[in-house]
Antibody, heavy 121, light 107 residues
Framework: QVQLQESGPGLVKPSGTLSLTCAVSGDSISSDNWWSWVRQSPGKGLEWIGEIYHSGSTNYNPPLQSRLTISVDKSKNHFSLRLSSVTAADTAVYYC??????????????WGQGTLVTVSS | SDVLTQPPSVSVAPGQTARITCGGNNIESKSVHWYQQKPGQAPVLVIHDDSDRPSGIPERFSGSNSGNTATLAISRVGTGDEADYYCQVWDRRTHWLFGGGTRLTVL
């Protein structure tokens, strides 16, 4: 059974950097899957943040691209998110998820439980 | 612009069939996936590739996609189905796109 677990500070100061890690178990981060971050602001819908492949290739959501870095650590079987210059608008529950490829499309089959990150002084 | 439009809410009586729509320009040309999210929990995949059910999802959940509308249908609805439902598509240009979500209420 694949499991994903997010970890990181629950409180970040404005203008600071949000850093989260997603630990993967039950699958290798080096498998033929992309791995994503998705967030959900309080009471709002889902927003895709970005994704990474074990080779280090990444794709980012354009509005976040200038502030975003996603990296992978194959030795620890985890991947990480760094979002800089945060504001209150970045307050959200952050999820990591595994992507599944299907002809012409992708979807998420496993999700972490999510972690709430609040941006506040 | 690429937008997936869902009704904010759908209400249905117990035992009836709930239908949740996801509108998009020529959405039938894309594969649509659906997630169920209960309060305080992570989303769960309930339909992928328009109409396929993952292992463990009841047959009561079904999907279709035609023209400009994809539809998630849930038959014999019970209180356990109350949740937010999100549609999602992927393409090479926009990558990931979610609908705004629909709150299903069982009356």
């Amino acid at each position: 059974q694949v499991q994903l677990q997010e970890s990181g500070p629950g409180l970040v100061k404005p203008s600071g950097t949000l850093s989260l890690t997603c630990a993967v178990s039950g699958d290798s981060i080096s498998s033929d899957n992309w791995w994503s971050w998705v967030r959900q602001s309080p009471g709002k819908g889902l927003e895709w943040i970005g994704e990474i492949y074990h080779s280090g290739s990444t794709n980012y959501n354009p509005p976040l691209q200038s502030r975003l870095t996603i990296s992978v650590d194959k030795s620890k079987n985890h991947f990480s998110l760094r979002l800089s210059s945060v504001t209150a608008a970045d307050t959200a529950v952050y999820y990591c998820a595994r992507e599944v490829a299907s002809p012409g499309t992708y979807y998420f089959d496993y999700w972490g439980q999510g972690t709430l990150v609040t941006v506040s002084s | 612009s690429d937008v997936l439009t869902q009704p904010p809410s759908v209400s249905v009586a117990p035992g009836q069939t709930a239908r949740i729509t996801c509108g998009g320009n020529n959405i039938e040309s894309k594969s649509v996936h659906w997630y169920q999210q209960k309060p305080g929990q992570a989303p769960v995949l309930v339909i992928h590739d328009d109409s396929d059910r993952p292992s463990g999802i009841p047959e009561r959940f079904s999907g279709s996609n035609s023209g400009n509308t994809a539809t998630l249908a849930i038959s014999r609805v019970g209180t356990g189905d109350e949740a937010d439902y999100y549609c999602q598509v992927w393409d090479r240009r926009t990558h990931w796109l979610f609908g705004g979500g629909t709150r299903l209420t069982v009356l």
